[in-house]
Protein backbone atom coordinates (compact mmCIF):
# COMPACT_ATOMS: atom_id res chain seq x y z
CA UNK A 1 0.00 0.00 0.00
CA UNK A 2 1.08 3.77 -0.83
CA UNK A 3 2.30 5.88 2.35
CA UNK A 4 3.54 8.70 3.24
CA UNK A 5 5.91 8.79 6.38
CA UNK A 6 6.95 12.08 8.06
CA UNK A 7 9.72 11.94 11.05
CA UNK A 8 9.80 13.91 13.28
CA UNK A 9 6.50 14.38 14.90
CA UNK A 10 7.90 17.08 16.37
CA UNK A 11 10.67 18.63 16.47
CA UNK A 12 11.81 22.07 18.75
CA UNK A 13 14.75 24.17 18.01
CA UNK A 14 16.47 27.45 19.73
CA UNK A 15 16.28 30.40 17.08
CA UNK A 16 19.23 29.80 14.67
CA UNK A 17 19.45 26.23 14.97
CA UNK A 18 19.30 24.24 11.58
CA UNK A 19 17.69 21.00 11.35
CA UNK A 20 15.49 18.58 9.18
CA UNK A 21 12.60 17.23 8.43
CA UNK A 22 12.14 14.13 6.37
CA UNK A 23 9.43 12.88 4.57
CA UNK A 24 9.74 8.98 3.31
CA UNK A 25 7.31 7.67 1.23
CA UNK A 26 6.54 4.32 -0.89
CA UNK A 27 4.73 4.77 -4.19
CA UNK A 28 4.79 2.77 -7.27
CA UNK A 29 5.34 5.91 -9.61
CA UNK A 30 5.64 9.13 -8.45
CA UNK A 31 4.74 11.94 -10.50
CA UNK A 32 5.26 15.43 -7.55
CA UNK A 33 6.14 15.87 -3.93
CA UNK A 34 4.68 18.50 -2.35
CA UNK A 35 5.38 20.54 1.01
CA UNK A 36 2.76 22.70 2.72
CA UNK A 37 3.06 24.86 5.82
CA UNK A 38 -0.02 25.51 8.34
CA UNK A 39 -0.23 27.53 11.26
CA UNK A 40 -2.43 26.88 14.00
CA UNK A 41 -6.34 28.05 12.29
CA UNK A 42 -5.47 27.97 8.73
CA UNK A 43 -5.56 25.75 5.89
CA UNK A 44 -2.33 24.49 4.67
CA UNK A 45 0.12 26.76 2.14
CA UNK A 46 1.91 25.80 -0.62
CA UNK A 47 5.77 25.88 -0.39
CA UNK A 48 7.25 23.60 -3.20
CA UNK A 49 6.81 20.95 -5.92
CA UNK A 50 9.63 18.59 -6.57
CA UNK A 51 9.21 15.97 -9.71
CA UNK A 52 12.37 14.02 -10.01
CA UNK A 53 15.22 12.54 -7.83
CA UNK A 54 17.72 15.35 -7.36
CA UNK A 55 15.65 18.25 -7.46
CA UNK A 56 16.45 20.98 -5.20
CA UNK A 57 14.15 23.93 -4.34
CA UNK A 58 14.80 26.99 -1.64
CA UNK A 59 12.79 29.56 -0.11
CA UNK A 60 14.11 31.64 2.06
CA UNK A 61 15.41 29.57 5.19
CA UNK A 62 13.93 26.52 3.74
CA UNK A 63 15.09 24.35 1.30
CA UNK A 64 13.40 21.26 -0.24
CA UNK A 65 15.61 18.44 -1.57
CA UNK A 66 14.57 14.83 -3.18
CA UNK A 67 15.68 11.04 -3.61
CA UNK A 68 13.50 8.28 -4.69
CA UNK A 69 12.59 7.55 -1.41
CA UNK A 70 12.64 10.43 0.52
CA UNK A 71 12.31 14.08 0.84
CA UNK A 72 13.92 16.61 3.18
CA UNK A 73 12.69 19.78 4.30
CA UNK A 74 15.96 21.71 5.57
CA UNK A 75 15.11 24.60 7.72
CA UNK A 76 18.48 26.45 8.19
CA UNK A 77 18.89 29.41 10.87
CA UNK A 78 15.09 29.06 11.79
CA UNK A 79 13.63 31.68 13.16
CA UNK A 80 10.23 31.49 15.63
CA UNK A 81 8.28 32.36 13.07
CA UNK A 82 8.92 29.35 11.07
CA UNK A 83 6.96 27.53 13.64
CA UNK A 84 4.36 25.63 12.18
CA UNK A 85 3.59 22.71 10.89
CA UNK A 86 5.13 21.06 8.08
CA UNK A 87 3.13 18.59 5.81
CA UNK A 88 4.25 16.74 2.81
CA UNK A 89 1.76 14.69 0.41
CA UNK A 90 2.70 13.01 -2.98
CA UNK A 91 1.31 12.89 -6.05
CA UNK A 92 1.00 9.16 -8.06
CA UNK A 93 1.92 9.30 -11.87
CA UNK A 94 -2.24 7.69 -12.51
CA UNK A 95 -3.76 10.02 -10.10
CA UNK A 96 -4.61 13.72 -9.01
CA UNK A 97 -5.20 12.64 -5.13
CA UNK A 98 -2.53 14.19 -2.84
CA UNK A 99 -1.44 11.75 -0.25
CA UNK A 100 -0.87 13.43 2.95
CA UNK A 101 1.34 12.43 5.49
CA UNK A 102 0.92 13.41 9.42
CA UNK A 103 3.23 16.39 9.20
CA UNK A 104 6.13 17.45 11.70
CA UNK A 105 5.27 20.47 13.89
CA UNK A 106 8.16 22.50 14.06
CA UNK A 107 8.36 25.29 17.44
CA UNK A 108 11.22 27.60 17.43
CA UNK A 109 12.21 29.61 20.76
CA UNK A 110 13.64 32.53 20.47
CA UNK B 1 -5.54 37.95 -6.26
CA UNK B 2 -7.74 36.66 -3.83
CA UNK B 3 -7.05 33.16 -2.06
CA UNK B 4 -9.80 30.42 -2.07
CA UNK B 5 -12.69 31.72 0.17
CA UNK B 6 -14.71 29.53 2.53
CA UNK B 7 -17.88 30.23 4.84
CA UNK B 8 -18.75 29.60 7.16
CA UNK B 9 -15.35 30.43 9.20
CA UNK B 10 -16.44 28.22 12.40
CA UNK B 11 -20.11 26.25 12.66
CA UNK B 12 -21.53 25.49 15.73
CA UNK B 13 -24.66 23.15 15.79
CA UNK B 14 -26.75 20.67 17.43
CA UNK B 15 -26.68 16.99 16.46
CA UNK B 16 -29.30 16.17 13.88
CA UNK B 17 -29.23 19.78 12.34
CA UNK B 18 -28.48 20.47 8.76
CA UNK B 19 -25.17 22.46 8.17
CA UNK B 20 -23.45 23.66 4.62
CA UNK B 21 -20.32 24.41 4.35
CA UNK B 22 -19.21 27.02 1.28
CA UNK B 23 -15.91 27.49 -1.30
CA UNK B 24 -15.95 30.07 -3.77
CA UNK B 25 -12.38 28.84 -6.22
CA UNK B 26 -9.60 31.21 -7.47
CA UNK B 27 -10.43 32.55 -10.73
CA UNK B 28 -9.27 30.35 -13.73
CA UNK B 29 -9.07 26.91 -11.54
CA UNK B 30 -11.18 24.13 -12.96
CA UNK B 31 -10.58 21.56 -10.27
CA UNK B 32 -11.61 21.71 -6.43
CA UNK B 33 -11.32 19.14 -3.86
CA UNK B 34 -13.12 19.14 -0.13
CA UNK B 35 -10.97 17.92 2.82
CA UNK B 36 -11.42 17.12 6.47
CA UNK B 37 -8.70 17.41 8.93
CA UNK B 38 -9.01 15.91 12.36
CA UNK B 39 -5.99 15.16 15.29
CA UNK B 40 -6.69 11.35 14.79
CA UNK B 41 -6.85 10.65 11.01
CA UNK B 42 -4.69 14.10 9.41
CA UNK B 43 -6.03 15.67 5.97
CA UNK B 44 -8.48 13.32 4.31
CA UNK B 45 -9.85 13.72 1.44
CA UNK B 46 -13.96 13.76 0.57
CA UNK B 47 -13.82 14.06 -2.84
CA UNK B 48 -13.11 15.80 -6.05
CA UNK B 49 -14.49 17.47 -9.23
CA UNK B 50 -13.00 19.09 -12.23
CA UNK B 51 -15.08 21.77 -14.15
CA UNK B 52 -17.64 21.29 -12.13
CA UNK B 53 -18.43 17.28 -12.20
CA UNK B 54 -17.45 15.37 -9.08
CA UNK B 55 -14.64 12.48 -10.41
CA UNK B 56 -14.07 11.07 -7.16
CA UNK B 57 -16.58 10.85 -3.93
CA UNK B 58 -14.83 7.79 -2.55
CA UNK B 59 -13.72 9.70 0.31
CA UNK B 60 -17.25 10.92 1.14
CA UNK B 61 -17.85 9.19 4.52
CA UNK B 62 -21.62 7.94 4.17
CA UNK B 63 -24.83 9.11 2.43
CA UNK B 64 -25.47 11.87 4.94
CA UNK B 65 -22.40 14.06 3.40
CA UNK B 66 -22.88 15.37 -0.27
CA UNK B 67 -21.55 18.11 -2.19
CA UNK B 68 -22.34 20.56 -5.50
CA UNK B 69 -20.90 22.73 -8.00
CA UNK B 70 -23.50 24.57 -9.54
CA UNK B 71 -21.14 26.69 -11.36
CA UNK B 72 -17.38 26.69 -12.44
CA UNK B 73 -16.28 28.93 -9.40
CA UNK B 74 -18.51 27.71 -6.70
CA UNK B 75 -19.20 24.17 -4.23
CA UNK B 76 -21.21 23.31 -1.36
CA UNK B 77 -20.67 20.48 1.40
CA UNK B 78 -23.97 19.69 2.77
CA UNK B 79 -24.10 17.50 5.76
CA UNK B 80 -27.84 15.96 6.72
CA UNK B 81 -28.22 15.34 9.44
CA UNK B 82 -25.09 15.99 11.29
CA UNK B 83 -23.23 13.69 14.22
CA UNK B 84 -21.10 14.88 16.74
CA UNK B 85 -18.36 12.14 14.82
CA UNK B 86 -18.61 14.75 12.10
CA UNK B 87 -16.89 17.72 14.15
CA UNK B 88 -13.44 18.51 12.04
CA UNK B 89 -12.09 21.23 10.02
CA UNK B 90 -13.16 21.24 6.38
CA UNK B 91 -11.14 22.45 3.78
CA UNK B 92 -11.57 23.32 0.60
CA UNK B 93 -8.51 23.64 -2.23
CA UNK B 94 -8.71 24.30 -6.01
CA UNK B 95 -6.21 24.18 -8.32
CA UNK B 96 -5.58 24.24 -12.45
CA UNK B 97 -5.93 20.97 -14.19
CA UNK B 98 -5.47 18.20 -14.44
CA UNK B 99 -3.36 18.64 -16.49
CA UNK B 100 -0.71 16.00 -18.78
CA UNK B 101 2.86 16.05 -17.19
CA UNK B 102 3.52 18.74 -14.88
CA UNK B 103 1.72 18.01 -11.49
CA UNK B 104 -0.49 20.76 -10.40
CA UNK B 105 -0.21 23.01 -6.98
CA UNK B 106 -3.43 22.60 -4.49
CA UNK B 107 -4.33 26.26 -3.23
CA UNK B 108 -6.27 25.86 0.40
CA UNK B 109 -8.87 27.79 1.89
CA UNK B 110 -8.68 28.52 5.81
CA UNK B 111 -11.24 25.98 6.40
CA UNK B 112 -14.41 26.11 8.78
CA UNK B 113 -14.04 24.73 11.72
CA UNK B 114 -17.59 22.43 12.58
CA UNK B 115 -18.45 21.51 15.98
CA UNK B 116 -21.77 19.26 16.39
CA UNK B 117 -23.04 19.00 20.00
Known amino acids: EDQVTQSPEALRLQEGESSSLNCSYTVSGLRGLFWYRQDPGKGPEFLFTLYSAGEEKEKERLKATLTKKESFLHITAPKPEDSATYLCAVLLLSDYKLSFGAGTTVTVRA | DAGVIQSPRHEVTEMGQEVTLRCKLI?????LFWYRQTMMRGLELLIY????????DSGMPEDRFSAKMPNASFSTLKIQPSEPRDSAVYFC???????????????FGPGTRLTVT
Open chain 2, 49 to 56: FNNNVPID
Open chain 2, 93 to 107: ASSKGPGTGIPYEQY
Open chain 2, 27 to 31: SGHNS
